[in-house]
C-alpha cells in the first residue's frame, strides 16, 4: 500500500499560472520534505516541515511556498511557474530528523510540465 | 559543504552478472547512508538504510558497506536481473534534517 501520495502523477501548467502540487502520508511521520529534481540532477530540498516548524532551504526561491495544514498533508505552491521550474518534484517523509535509523520515504513524484 | 559522488554515472552488465555501484561522500560526520532505486519517470524507493554506526546492510540480492571514515559506501548487487534495471541513489544524512544525493548511476541489465 502506498504511504506517500502525490497528486496529481502529470501536472501541465501554463507559463506564470499558478499551481499546487499535493503530498499525502499514511505513516504519521513528524517530518515531510519536498524535493525538486531536474533531468539526470540528483534531486534537490527545497523545504520541509517538522510538525508545524518551516524550514527553508536558502537558495530556494520566492516562488516557491508550501502548507501544511495537518499531519498528513503538505502542499507545494508554485506562484509563477518558469520554464526553469519544470521538473519532478519528489515529496518525502520521516519520523525524525536527525535519528540514525530514521529512513526516509517518497512518493511517486509529481512531473511539472510548464507550457 | 557535503557532496556525494557516484561512479560510475552508467553501467551496462549481462543479466547474472554481480555488480557494484560506488558512492563516496566529504563529510564523515553523517548519521546514516541510504540507498535508493529510481525507475524513469518514477519516485525514489528505499532499498537499503545503513547507520552511521553499522558497516552493512542486507537484503536479498542487495549488499551495502559502509566506511564512514574514508567516505565511501558501495551496494553490491548478486546475480543481476533485467528487472534490476533503474537508476541508484545514494544519500546521506548530515546532522540536520536533509539528504544530499549523488547524481546517481544508471543500470542496464542485458537479458
Known amino acids: 500500500d502506498a504511504m506517500v501520495i502525490q497528486n496529481p502523477r502529470y501536472q501541465v501548467t501554463q507559463f506564470g499560472k499558478p499551481v499546487t502540487l499535493s503530498c499525502s502520508q499514511t505513516?504519521?511521520?513528524?517530518?515531510m520534505y519536498w524535493y525538486q529534481q531536474k533531468s539526470s540532477q540528483a534531486p534537490k530540498l527545497l523545504f520541509h516541515y517538522y510538525d508545524k516548524d518551516f524550514n527553508n532551504e536558502a537558495d530556494t526561491p520566492d516562488n516557491f511556498q508550501s502548507r501544511r495544514p495537518n499531519t498528513s498533508f503538505c502542499f507545494l505552491d508554485i506562484r509563477s511557474p518558469g520554464l526553469g521550474d519544470a521538473a519532478m518534484y519528489l515529496c518525502?517523509?520521516?519520523?525524525?530528523?536527525?535519528?540514525?535509523?530514521?529512513?526516509?520515504?517518497f512518493g511517486q513524484g509529481t512531473r511539472l510540465t510548464v507550457v | 559543504k557535503q557532496e556525494v559522488t557516484q561512479i560510475p554515472a552508467a553501467l551496462s552488465v549481462p543479466e547474472g552478472e554481480n555488480l557494484v555501484l560506488n558512492c563516496s561522500f566529504t563529510d564523515s560526520a553523517i548519521y546514516n547512508l541510504q540507498w535508493f532505486r529510481q525507475d524513469p519517470g518514477k519516485g525514489l524507493t528505499s532499498l537499503l538504510l545503513i547507520q552511521s554506526s553499522q558497516r552493512e546492510q542486507t537484503s536479498g540480492r542487495l549488499n551495502a558497506s559502509l566506511d564512514k571514515s574514508s567516505g565511501r559506501s558501495t551496494l553490491y548487487i548478486a546475480a543481476s536481473q533485467p528487472g534490476d534495471s533503474a537508476t541508484y541513489l545514494c544519500?546521506?544524512?548530515?546532522?540536520?534534517?536533509?539528504?544530499?544525493f549523488g547524481t546517481g548511476t544508471r543500470l542496464t541489465v542485458i537479458p
Open positions: 544519500a546521506v544524512t548530515p546532522g540536520a534534517n536533509n539528504l544530499f
Open positions: 505513516l504519521n511521520h513528524n517530518v
Open positions: 518525502a517523509t520521516s519520523r525524525d530528523r536527525t535519528a540514525m535509523n530514521t529512513e526516509a520515504f
